[in-house]
């Protein structure tokens, strides 16, 4: 059975250089057949590799597989318009989450208004319950691991995820500001041995979490803008979405700006270094 930690060792290995099939079977200890398997369920799931085989046909056919290209994201032009503006963007207010949400269909979309951001927290521990694989979050500095009402406790959800074995991925901030956070998130990995939970440093204007591959919420902050007729309250804004398409698209988009950023554990070292 591919478990989350046999997919973090073939992936890897992977990115250090091309592997073939058989490498890679010795590598994790499996047959061929196994090893064949596991790359193409995490070829279709994950999408961070990707194969090539040569000789295709032949009884010399030779399966090379590499660390999936990130550069093409896009397959529209609407896409491509929204995928420069995240990319050159670095604050939440350079970019619009409604802008995404606009092209999604009505009826794999919903919006939800709330006036504070702890008032959503019910809705996100049923999201959070039903992952089954793979977290992908784009945060700031992971301030909403701390929100907590009575009976629930996200950073705890989010321990209840690593339990399970399920894969946490994030981009966010790794600085002076969030490195609580960011240690605290990174403490599960060493309370379970289980090492779910990477982090890399990137400035970038997304507040989202895709679970699995069935379902995106981004999270949009509107401040009051102190003039007449206009919004007097600060108010947050949830888009969520079930479009197979926009979905994997955020997806690539992850991975895109995830492949070039820096570890979290090598800003930690520079950071312990200076304060």
């Known amino acids: 059975m591919l478990d989350n930690k046999t997919i973090r060792t073939i992936e890897d290995f992977v990115y250090s250089k091309p592997r073939s099939i058989q490498e890679i079977a010795k590598h994790i200890g499996k047959n061929w057949r196994t090893a064949d398997r596991y790359i193409h369920q995490i070829e279709k799931e994950f999408g961070t590799i990707t194969t090539r085989t040569f000789r295709e046909g032949t009884r010399g056919a030779l399966k090379i597989v590499y660390w ?10 609407f896409q491509e318009e929204l995928e420069k503006q995240i990319i050159l963007a670095k604050k939440k207010e350079d970019f619009s989450s409604f802008d995404i949400f606009q092209h999604i269909s009505e009826k794999r979309k919903k919006v939800t208004i709330e ?5 959503n927290i019910d809705e996100l521990k049923k999201r959070l319950m039903t992952t089954k694989k793979q977290l992908l979050i784009f945060s700031g500095n992971l301030s909403f691991i701390n929100l907590k009402n009575k009976k629930i406790d996200v950073l705890g959800e989010l321990e209840e995820l690593v339990k399970k074995g399920v894969s946490i991925k994030v981009l966010c901030r790794v600085d002076l500001i969030g490195k609580d956070n960011v240690e605290k998130l990174l403490s599960l990995n060493y309370k379970y041995g289980k090492e779910l939970v990477e982090i890399r440093h990137a400035e970038q204007p997304l507040r989202a979490i895709i679970y699995d591959e069935s379902l995106a919420t981004i999270k949009e902050v509107k401040e009051p803008t102190g003039r007449i007729n206009e919004l007097n309250k600060k108010v947050f804004i949830y888009y969520g979405f079930k479009d197979r398409e926009w979905i994997n698209w955020l997806r ?3 991975w895109k700006i995830f492949s070039k950023s820096v570890d979290s554990h090598k800003r930690l070292q520079e950071i312990d270094k200076i304060f």
């Not at 999936?68 to 032009?77: D, F, G, P, Q, R």
């Not at 006036?115 to 008032?119: S, V």
């Open 68 to 77: 999936a290209s990130v550069e093409k994201v896009s397959n529209s032009v």
């Open 115 to 119: 006036e504070r951001e702890g008032d």
């Open 252 to 254: 690539r988009i992850f």
